[in-house]
C-alpha cells in the first residue's frame, strides 16, 4: 500500500501536546513564582517555580511549549531529572512539578518557551539551604547568610517563607508557599502506555498506523476529601514518543499533558476535559483537533486507583493530499499513593 501522501498532516502527532492557539510576534516569559527562593534540603521543600508566557499584546499564550533546566543539574531535580518540559495551561501559566533540592548554594533555572516557531527565555534564580535554621539565618542577613546566596538580598516573599519554616515547621512553611491544607490530599503517580494514532487520506483511502508510547506524572489534588465526598483536580503531564509508523513522521516527541476537575464518592468519581485545537502543518495544511481526557477512580485509605481514557480526532485540509483524518486512542491504568 502507497504511504500517505504529504504526511506533514503528520504534524498531527503534535497535537497530542496541549493546544495550540493562534498568536501574534514577541513572545516573552514572566515568571510568577519562584524568583529568590529558598529552598530546605533537610525538609525536601521547595517553591515551585511559575511562569506565564504571553504575546506582543501582553496577553496569555495557552499550549506553549515550556523547558524548565537546572543549570549545572547538581543542585535541584524535577523528580531525578535535570529538565522538565510542560505545556501552558488556559491561562497561559506553566509549573514546575517535583522540584527536590539537592545541594546547598544558589543556583539557576533556565526557562525556554517555544509557540509557532517564536522562542523566548526567562532566568529563576534560588538558593538551598540543609536547615530551616539556616534559612531563617538567610531572612535575617538579608540573603547573605544563605550558602552561596550573596548579591542583591531575598525577596521579601522568601524572606516570609523561611521565617514560617523555623516557627511551624513545615506545615507552615508550606502554606506560606502558596499551598493550602489540601496539600495534605495530594496523590501522585506515573502512567505509561501506548496510543495507537490511524491516519486515512480521504482522496486516496490509504491508511498509516503511527505506534506511541506515552510516559506522565500524574497528580491528584483533593480539595475535599470526606466520607462521601471527593472532589479536586487532576493533573497529567509527561511525553509522547513515536515508537514506529508505516509512514514519515517529523514529530518524533512531544509534550503529552492534560487536566480535569474531579467530583464523586471515594468509591466513584469522575472527571473529563475536552480541548478544541486549532495548528498549522508544515506544508500549510490547516489542522483541526479534538482531544478528550476522561478520569475514574476510587479511593480507598491513602492509595487512589484507576483509569484515563484519551481520545484525540483530528483532520487536515489544505494540502496537497486532500483532507486527512486521524484518530489516536489510549488507555492507561494509574495507581497514586498519598503525597
Do not use: Y
Not at 474531579?262 to 476535559?273: D, H, K, L, Y
Not at 487536515?316 to 489510549?330: E, I, K, R, W, Y
Request: with cysteine; net charge neutral.
Amino acid at each position: 500500500m502507497r504511504r500517505v501522501r504529504h504526511l506533514a498532516i503528520v504534524c498531527i502527532v503534535a497535537i497530542a501536546s496541549a493546544g495550540l492557539a493562534a498568536q501574534s510576534a514577541g513572545l516573552r516569559v514572566v515568571v510568577i513564582e519562584g524568583e529568590d527562593a529558598v529552598n530546605i534540603i533537610q525538609q525536601k521543600t521547595a517553591v515551585r517555580p511559575v511562569v506565564e508566557v504571553r504575546d506582543r499584546n501582553n496577553l496569555p499564550v495557552p499550549g506553549a511549549i515550556v523547558t524548565f533546566s537546572i543549570e549545572g543539574g547538581k543542585a535541584a531535580t524535577f523528580g531525578g531529572a535535570s529538565t522538565l518540559t510542560v505545556a501552558t495551561n488556559a491561562a497561559g501559566q506553566a509549573a514546575v512539578t517535583g522540584l527536590t533540592p539537592s545541594a546547598a548554594g544558589a543556583f539557576q533555572i533556565q526557562v525556554s518557551a517555544a509557540f509557532q516557531g517564536q522562542v523566548a527565555t526567562a532566568t529563576i534564580a534560588q538558593t538551598n539551604v540543609m536547615t530551616a535554621a539556616q534559612a531563617a539565618a538567610a531572612s535575617a542577613s538579608g540573603g547573605s547568610g544563605a550558602s552561596g546566596a550573596g548579591g542583591g538580598g531575598l525577596s521579601a516573599t522568601t524572606i516570609a517563607v523561611a521565617g514560617a519554616a523555623v516557627a511551624g515547621g513545615a506545615v507552615a512553611a508550606t502554606q506560606v508557599m502558596g499551598k493550602d491544607e489540601a496539600s495534605r490530599n495530594n496523590f501522585t503517580g506515573t502512567m505509561s502506555g501506548p496510543v495507537v494514532s490511524t491516519i486515512v487520506s480521504r482522496n486516496s483511502g490509504n491508511t498509516c498506523t503511527v505506534n506511541r508510547s506515552v510516559t506522565a506524572t500524574v497528580t491528584l489534588k483533593l480539595d475535599t476529601n470526606t466520607a462521601t465526598s471527593v472532589s479536586g483536580r487532576l493533573e497529567v503531564q509527561g511525553t509522547d514518543s513515536v515508537v514506529s509508523a508505516g509512514c514519515p513522521v517529523t514529530n518524533q516527541s512531544a509534550p503529552f499533558s492534560g487536566a480535569t476537575a474531579v467530583t464523586g464518592t471515594p468509591s466513584n468519581f469522575r472527571g473529563s476535559e475536552t480541548r478544541n485545537e486549532t495548528g498549522a502543518g508544515v506544508g500549510g495544511e490547516t489542522i483541526q483537533g479534538t482531544t478528550t481526557m476522561v478520569f475514574d477512580g476510587s479511593l480507598s485509605g491513602s492509595t487512589v486507583t484507576g483509569t484515563i481514557k484519551w481520545e484525540q480526532k483530528s483532520v487536515s485540509t489544505g494540502g496537497a493530499g486532500g483532507p486527512v483524518d486521524q484518530l489516536a486512542n489510549g488507555t492507561f491504568s494509574i495507581t497514586l499513593q498519598k503525597s
